[in-house]
């Protein structure tokens, strides 16, 4: 089990625990021909040691970009990103991502089995460790069955199970996942969400979760940063006090839960007409607060 | 689909053809066209003994050095050209202007550069046979698709494992199709090699059978070539099919899609 403290709403819990990752500051500013489109503007926000946070906020807010500067696919134009302490350049040893297209983030070329292992094998994991591995992610995910099959010959929602269980196989301290949901049906979806919860409460990963989807960052996160239109800052960061055991019929149901969603969806709202430029400088240097912008209606 | 129903399929046309050509020259007494049977004799008198040794080896051995050679070294450049992006912008320009040469004209050039030999021959091969090769392993090393591209940089596969479980499979379809053209350049590279300032191999005996007028036995040289055609596509096909399995796997479930 990961170490976690209760979740409390509006109340500090991060600042007793050296965070795992920092994101400090960042700020990505893309050349284009027509000049400069700054699609984050200053984000802020730390994670701690086996939390699992959803990002959520507008179409277009930067969700990727942001991603991809945690993930050290992009380098930020200002800020920094730091994980166990060292500053991100490069892809770390210590993260794996799980991109939405599935179908083009495994390689078609090789066996469901052989895609999980590569990254192992590429790490020099010894064979007898690196079966045991991929055996048990692919257990985790309820995979296997089909190790030998090509991925193209599974469904979406499969494939998407194979690039969970090449990530959970590689063992990383941070697992991002960038809308690894958007593209699969709403059923699937749902088994896939809690395949999410179940991985992460019995392996203990850290994981920031991208979504656009208000229920899922609700149902799946101990914690909802929620950003503004882009270009990016932070609108606002909530604890979810539901309880661990979540479902997807009590869960949802709750008053509690729609409590939540109808606070997110408000803030969702506020956030697609407010963006780093029209927004008052943003307080949440990495201690949550339900503060809400009112001031910006 | 069963073997007879295959083999149905494979000498169809070839046995229609022939059976046309018996047909059409039963009362025939041109010089220049001979009987299917007249022919048949003559390939077996000329072909099978010594010339095997003496014309087709040598120049099926050229012809192999030269393939074997383009693929790799226009696969390795390619991998190059293709990964590096100031380096295809430096030598674009130029690659296009080396493809656009018929190799032919660079026989001259190649017999003083390096002499009248195998060597030479092999070069003449390589400088036409390399293109397709290389031009399209450069494009599809740049087709790499992004999300597979950063999916291989997360988990760490860098450098030469990235060459060899990225770049070089995804650009296999392409790799493939370029090799395929490959090697018909090469067959007409490879007579065209031996026609000029040459004293053996096929290229050498069929011009030297047409100058001699020796009808039969120079259409039965042009027979030799269109099996040695025959036998490089039917290897081309069948080691396609399988290391691009997955390839033709995945078109169909995206064309039934």
């Excluded at chain 2, 030469?160 to 018909?184: D, E, F, K, T, Y």
Aim: with cysteine; proline share 5%; aromatic share 8%.
């Amino acid at each position: 089990m990961p170490a976690k403290t209760t979740a409390q709403s509006g109340v500090d819990t991060g600042s007793t625990q050296e965070p795992l990752l920092s994101v400090k500051g960042v700020q990505k500013i893309y050349q284009v021909d027509a000049g400069e489109i700054e699609a984050v503007r200053d984000l802020t926000f730390d994670l701690r040691p086996g939390e699992l946070a959803c990002l959520v906020g507008p179409s277009g807010s930067g969700k990727t970009t942001l991603l991809k500067c945690i993930a050290g696919l992009m380098g930020a134009t200002a800020g920094e990103v730091v994980l166990s302490g060292k500053p991100v350049n490069g892809p770390p040893k210590e993260m794996a991502v799980v991109f939405q297209e599935y179908g083009r983030s495994l390689f078609p070329w090789m066996s469901v089995r052989d895609n999980v292992e590569l990254p192992l094998k590429n790490a020099k994991v010894a064979k007898a460790e690196r079966n045991r591995l991929v055996d048990e992610a692919l257990e985790a995910v309820g995979l296997d069955h089909v190790p030998r099959s090509y991925p193209w010959q599974l469904s979406g929602g499969m494939q998407q199970r194979v690039a969970i269980a090449r990530a959970v196989a590689y063992q990383p301290k941070v697992l991002l996942m960038d809308e690894p949901f958007a593209a699969v049906d709403a059923q699937t979806r749902a088994d896939l969400e809690d395949l999410i919860r179940d991985v992460w409460e019995r392996l203990g990963i850290t994981i920031l979760f991208v979504t656009h989807d208000i229920d899922e960052s609700v149902y799946l996160g101990e914690r909802v940063i929620i950003l503004s239109s882009s270009p990016t800052v932070i609108q606002e960061d909530i604890q979810i006090d539901l309880p661990d055991e979540r479902d997807q019929l009590t869960t949802r149901s709750s008053a509690r839960f729609t409590e939540l969603r109808g606070h997110v969806y408000e803030q969702i709202q506020i956030a697609k007409h407010n963006t780093g430029a029209s927004a008052p400088s943003n307080a949440a240097g990495g201690s949550p607060s339900t503060v809400a912008r009112e001031e910006a209606e | 689909m069963s073997i007879a129903k295959r083999a149905a399929f494979l000498l169809g046309l070839p046995v229609l053809l022939v059976l046309t050509w018996w047909v059409t020259t039963i009362g025939s007494t041109s010089f220049f066209v001979p009987k299917p049977g007249e022919l048949a004799q003559t390939f077996v008198r000329v072909w099978i003994g010594d010339r095997f040794f003496e014309d087709v080896v040598p120049s099926v051995t050229n012809l192999a050095a030269g393939i074997v050679l383009a693929i790799v070294l226009g696969i390795g450049f390619g991998v190059l050209i293709g990964s590096v992006r100031w380096l295809r912008a430096l030598t674009e320009p130029t690659l296009e202007f080396f493809r656009a040469l018929p190799p032919p004209v660079l026989v001259p050039v190649l017999m003083l550069l390096i002499g009248i030999n195998d060597s030479m021959k092999i070069a003449v091969i390589i400088s036409g046979a390399i293109w397709p090769v290389l031009l399209n392993t450069i494009e599809g090393v740049r087709a790499v698709d992004s999300v597979l591209s950063d999916s291989a940089r997360t988990y760490g596969i860098n450098g030469w494992a990235r060459v060899r479980h990225l770049v070089l499979p995804s650009a296999g379809p392409q790799i493939a199709a370029g090799i395929r053209q490959c090697l018909s350049i090469a067959l007409i590279l490879m007579v065209i090699s031996e026609m000029f300032a040459s004293s053996a191999g096929l290229g050498f005996t069929i011009v030297q059978f047409q100058r001699s007028f020796a009808i039969p036995e120079m259409w039965s040289g042009i027979v030799v070539l269109g099996l040695i055609g025959i036998i490089l596509s039917f290897i081309f096909q069948w080691t396609e099919r399988r290391v691009l399995r997955w390839y033709h796997g995945l078109r169909e479930v995206e064309n039934a899609g």
